[in-house]
């Protein structure tokens, strides 16, 4: 069964970095694309991030040079360095696997973890 679990958030000052992490079971990361996802309130769920099975890597205008996404295939887990944090990054980010035939045909998600950025 297709489980992710995130952590790594927390609080920081504008100008902070965080290191999320997504770890995953029920497959293999290095086999799937996956990505990051972000919601704060009152906003739509909005896409950060995404790397391809081949390593390809995708970013959010709003994200590209500050973001980096990355995955440990040994760890089977994905990460999200966040640097040069501003107050609108504030919100829970989620992990997603979408789907990856014939591994699993659905889409799954992570909880979420909460950054929140102050300044």
Not at 35 to 42: F, I, K, M, N, V
Not at 95 to 103: M, R, W
Request: neutral net charge; glycine residues 10%.
């Amino acid at each position: 069964q297709v489980q992710l679990v995130e952590s790594g958030g927390g609080s920081v000052q504008t100008g902070g970095s965080l290191k999320l992490s997504c770890a995953a079971s029920g497959f293999s990361i290095s086999n799937c694309g996956m990505g990051w996802y972000r919601q704060a309130p009152g906003k739509e769920h909005e896409f950060v991030s995404s790397i391809s099975s081949d390593g390809t890597t995708t970013y959010a205008d709003s994200v590209k040079g500050r973001f980096t996404i990355s995955r440990d295939n040994a760890k089977n887990t994905l990460y999200l360095q966040l640097n040069s944090l501003k107050t609108e990054d504030t919100a829970v980010y989620s992990c997603e696997a979408p789907p990856c035939p014939p591994n699993y045909y659905a889409t799954y998600w992570g909880p979420g973890t909460q950054v929140t950025v102050s300044s």
